[in-house]
């Protein structure tokens, strides 16, 4: 991007340089055989088969401590059925967008950092969605695998304003995301929405990702977004790797008690993510960079 | 009415609220009197705290930390906790036990 006076917008970002990934073909072909009201399990599990790392990677997860059945799962139309298909597309979704992001400077941040963060994220929404008692738990997994993605767009596309923008928070000890707001008039979030929109993700997932840090702004999927956002905190809290904010985040607390936790939970919550977390990264990441 | 967190809690109080285990089943009704048997049930359950009648304070801070602990560390870790989370309320509970889950993690990672 050329040195310019003026802030970028939302839509500069996504559409100007042309470095933002955009998400496997695959993923159309199997949302389009998911809605199909006469395709089977047979045919899903054909679709994700086809494509080896990535059913490598989900049967690794299907037999990992985040599930804990105590039988072995082998293959993916075992693991549709005893999972669920929309369970095992989010986590197809989840571990296909991992590997999309590369080429962004490494002073600005790792991705294994990256991602620790954002594993971190899912497995403790995922965790405070069964206490909840939400049903479908794979969803706030996906999304806190992807609610820091605009950041990633941000650090592809202006490096430099990024690299600024840090550099603002580590002198001034302020949160990023409003640096961000200040300096762009929208944060990660907003460019995350966007993204996940012109992937075409549902709404359930790309909402709870866009106002992580807004939440009386989320108007269909409020109990999900405030998950996330207390998933988020929770995460920076324990210091699962890093996103790029230095901070905890401000807690909302209409959020917080929208969700009628108790802060007497949190502890069993923490051990719950901590004995899948080395786990999670270990399938996850293991052959990351290929 | 007090809420206090399964340590806290000692055989003789009476519940004011049903206790419920994970699933929302009711293990223990309201005006049940707690036994030992009772709070070994609970720990089991996963219930993490209960509703007592009489009129003491909640118990809004974390546990203790175990006597064991390195002191000096502590005091270094604590520093660097509060700088962490110089944008949350440090009144509110639930910040108190983030807080306190941060600095049990930096303390046991230092040793």
């Known amino acids: 991007m050329p040195p310019d006076s003026s802030p970028p917008t939302l839509e500069s970002l996504l559409h100007g340089v042309g470095a933002v990934p955009s998400l496997p073909l695959f993923h159309e072909r199997l949302d389009e055989a998911i809605n199909h009201p006469r395709s089977s399990i047979t045919d899903i ?13 989900i049967l690794k997860l299907a037999n990992s401590p985040f599930y804990g059945y105590f039988s072995k799962i082998d293959t993916i139309s075992q693991a549709v059925t ?21 080429g962004i400077p490494e002073d600005l941040i790792t991705m294994e950092l990256f991602w620790k963060h954002s ?47 840090i550099e603002t928070c580590r002198n001034e000890g302020r949160l990023l995301y409003e640096v961000e707001r200040e300096r762009l008039g929208f944060d990660h979030g907003a460019v995350g929405g966007m993204l996940l929109r012109n992937w075409k993700i549902p709404f359930r997932i790309s909402e709870p990702a866009e106002f992580h840090h807004y939440c009386q702004r989320a108007c269909q999927y409020p109990r999900e977004t405030a998950i996330l956002h207390v998933a988020d905190l929770i995460a920076h809290a324990l210091e699962f790797g890093n996103s790029g904010e230095l901070l905890v985040p401000s807690l909302d607390t209409a959020a917080w008690n929208g969700l009628a936790l108790s802060h007497n939970q949190l502890p069993m919550i923490i051990k719950q993510v901590d004995i ?8 996850l990441q293991g052959d990351a960079g290929e | 009415m007090t809420v206090l967190r399964l340590e ?38 996963g219930v993490v705290e209960a509703d007592i009648t009489g009129d003491g304070g909640d118990d809004q801070d974390p546990a203790p930390f175990a006597d064991d ?43």
């Open chain 1, 45 to 57: 599990s054909k679709i994700i088969s086809e494509d080896q790392g990535l059913t490598a990677r």
């Open chain 1, 82 to 102: 005893i999972i669920g298909v929309q369970q095992v597309r989010d986590l197809a979704l989840a571990v296909s967008v991992m590997g999309l992001f590369k």
């Open chain 1, 119 to 165: 594993i971190g994220c899912g497995l403790t929404a995922r965790a405070l969605a069964t206490t909840l008692r939400e049903a479908n738990l794979e969803r706030f997994f996906v999304g806190g695998i992807l609610h820091d993605i605009g950041r990633l767009v941000m650090f592809i596309t202006i490096p430099e304003l990024c690299r600024e923008m």
């Open chain 1, 276 to 283: 899948q977390f080395a786990d999670t990264i270990a399938v």
């Open chain 2, 8 to 45: 806290s809690l000692n055989p003789g109080m009476v519940l004011s609220r049903d206790v419920c285990d994970r699933k929302g089943r009711v293990l223990l009704p309201a005006g049940a009197e707690l036994t030992e048997k009772h709070l070994r049930i609970f720990q089991t359950w």
């Open chain 2, 69 to 111: 602990i390195d002191q000096a560390a502590l005091a270094e870790a604590g520093a660097a906790v509060e700088r962490l989370f110089i944008h949350c309320d440090p009144e509110l509970p639930v910040i108190k036990e983030l807080k306190h889950a941060c600095l049990l993690r930096k303390v046991s990672d230092a040793s």
